[in-house]
């Protein structure tokens, strides 16, 4: 495996639920930006939290933590080219037991809670409820302005961000702990592809794509083709037994 690997996970499950980084890459390589955003409905579920505590409780069981784990991620979406400080074999049971199309069905900040619970950083750390970030969201929105200049000056891992999502492409994330700014890029990977991709926006009406966004958004839209393809690939394909464990893209990034 190597850096970006989950990147063909990521934008085919995109696809299948939110949709964001499909329609976001189609802005990008169309240079038109056009309402509406693709809505994300946060929405906890047990089920996924209990697959994240999986993973890093099993993490530290063998002396690592979740810092170890949020490195992990950073590599495997191709946020970070530095290979995470884990063994082989902590690296199998990741690859066995993580499934981020569950992060994606069911968006939420996940992330913003298991980090309350650890309190990373000398500062503490206390997220915005997202029920709250919502409705801060909703009255503070412009209507019909996409481009609305919305920055977090306290991201921490981005809740508020991700519900002004709804409503604005033009978002910008501030935080003092380093800690949060990987929280914050994970976040942003799954639910939040404009602040990855951002574009420079002028006023209400004009906007230019910097010709580096645009390379990696056809890069990107590039792969989301390919792995859509394999993935039809492996499914005509007619056995009688099940793989003996996830079935791996043979794409990467």
Known sequence: MKSGWLLPYLL??????????TWWLNCLLKEEIKPPIPELRLREDAETRKMLNKCIE???????????????????????????????????????????????????????????????GEFGFFPTPPDLAEFMATCL????????????????????????????VNLFAIDINPFMIKLIKINAALYIPWLLLPVEVKNEREYSIPQKI???????????????????????QKTKTQPKKPVQLRIGF
């Open 12 to 21: 085919v499950g995109d696809f299948l639920y939110t949709k964001r980084w």
């Open 58 to 120: 099993y993490l530290e069981s063998r002396g690592k933590d979740f810092e170890d784990f949020v490195d992990w991620m950073l590599w495997s979406l191709g946020l970070s080219e530095e290979k995470p400080n884990l063994s082989k074999q902590e690296l199998e049971f990741l690859y066995r037991n993580f499934v981020l199309g569950m992060l994606q069905e069911n968006p939420w900040d996940y992330f913003g809670e298991i980090a309350a619970e650890k309190r990373r």
């Open 141 to 168: 929105a412009q209507d019909n302005n996409i481009f609305q200049k919305i920055i977090d000056p306290c991201a921490g891992t981005g809740v508020l961000l991700m519900a002004y999502s709804n409503y604005s």
């Open 214 to 236: 645009k390379e990696v958004a056809r890069e990107l839209k590039n792969l989301q083709y390919i792995a859509f393809k394999e993935l039809e690939e492996f499914s005509s």
